[in-house]
């Protein structure tokens, strides 16, 4: 549903129901990847007055392409690492990335490399690989310096001729980046790439800048890395929360 008719029905809901909503911004599925090569461990170990814990492993961080996802490599040689205990560290490592480290968002486009480590005849166990491998990519994501990305959408805009510098001028205020303006008619089409962060309330804003006859489209387009000043605001919410 576009946000016009998002207001439309809030406004029903109060008028004829006497419903009210909070109603704000949608939260934006920002990501988190790394942009260095780094080599990490995790060591686990507790003592406990019976059988502790000892998980231990050695990885290797690397970036992936973008849009790539997740690659996990078992490089394990001689039995450092038995076997059953592997599927452990992949997943303790997954709960990591599906939190992300630096701020709380899914971590993507990485590959880890599994290609040390070492265990004990009675302590090691599922969950202590486990936790070792979740403490393994946390310390070297925080070393691998991590970037936020957001995705950006791309866009289509519909003006006549002579709202196009107050429409191009709204774009370059949201971070657009006009890749080109073509004529049909006496419309000007604008074809841009936009932060989706950048898009909430356009619609309104269109309407206003253009006395209603300007209109516009989107679509995904692709993840890319966001402003310094945008990840430093987002990790500062999660490290106040």
Same mark, same amino acid.
């Given at each position: 549903?576009?946000?016009?008719?998002?207001?439309?029905?809030?406004?029903?809901?109060?008028?004829?129901?006497?419903?009210?909503?909070? $109603?704000?911004?949608?939260?934006?599925?920002?990501?988190?990847?790394?942009? =260095?090569?780094?080599?990490?461990?995790?060591?686990?170990?507790?003592?406990?007055?019976?059988?502790?814990?000892?998980? @231990?492993?050695?990885?290797?961080?690397?970036?992936?392409?973008? !849009?790539?996802?997740?690659?996990?490599?078992?490089?394990?040689?001689? !039995? =450092?690492?038995?076997?059953?205990?592997?599927? @452990?560290?992949?997943?303790?490592?997954?709960? $990591?990335?599906?939190?992300? =480290?630096?701020?709380?968002?899914?971590?993507?486009?990485?590959?880890?490399?599994?290609?040390?480590?070492?265990?004990?005849?009675?302590? #090691?166990?599922?969950?202590?690989?486990? $936790?070792?491998?979740?403490?393994?990519?946390?310390?070297? =994501?925080?070393?691998?310096?991590?970037?936020?990305?957001?995705?950006?959408?791309?866009?289509?805009?519909?003006?006549?001729?002579?709202?196009?510098?107050?429409?191009?001028?709204?774009?370059? #205020?949201?971070? !657009?980046? $006009?890749?080109?303006?073509?004529?049909?008619?006496?419309?000007?089409?604008?074809?841009?790439?936009?932060?989706?962060?950048?898009?909430?309330?356009?619609?309104?804003?269109?309407?206003?800048?253009?006395?209603?006859?300007?209109?516009?489209?989107?679509?995904?387009?692709?993840?890319?890395?966001?402003?310094?000043?945008?990840?430093?605001?987002?990790?500062?919410?999660?490290?106040?929360?």
């Amino acid at each position: 549903m576009g946000e016009l008719h998002i207001e439309v029905i809030v406004e029903r809901m109060s008028r004829e129901f006497n419903v009210r909503a909070n $109603v704000g911004k949608p939260q934006v599925a920002y990501r988190e990847t790394i942009t =260095v090569p780094v080599k990490a461990e995790g060591k686990f170990i507790k003592q406990t007055g019976g059988r502790g814990q000892y998980g @231990h492993v050695w990885i290797e961080l690397a970036p992936g392409e973008r !849009g790539s996802g997740f690659e996990f490599v078992n490089r394990i040689e001689g !039995g =450092v690492v038995p076997k059953k205990y592997i599927p @452990h560290v992949e997943r303790g490592i997954k709960d $990591v990335m599906a939190s992300g =480290v630096l701020a709380g968002y899914p971590l993507v486009d990485i590959k880890v490399t599994l290609y040390d480590g070492s265990f004990h005849d009675v302590d #090691s166990s599922d969950i202590a690989f486990k $936790v070792a491998g979740s403490m393994a990519l946390r310390d070297g =994501v925080r070393r691998a310096k991590p970037i936020l990305l957001e995705p950006i959408v791309k866009m289509e805009v519909a003006t006549p001729e002579e709202f196009l510098g107050d429409v191009i001028g709204d774009l370059n #205020s949201r971070r !657009g980046q $006009v890749n080109s303006i073509e004529s049909l008619g006496a419309i000007k089409i604008v074809r841009c790439f936009v932060p989706l962060a950048e898009t909430f309330g356009y619609a309104t804003d269109l309407r206003s800048i253009s006395q209603g006859r300007a209109n516009y489209s989107m679509e995904f387009y692709r993840y890319e890395e966001g402003p310094q000043d945008l990840a430093e605001q987002l990790t500062v919410k999660v490290g106040g929360a």
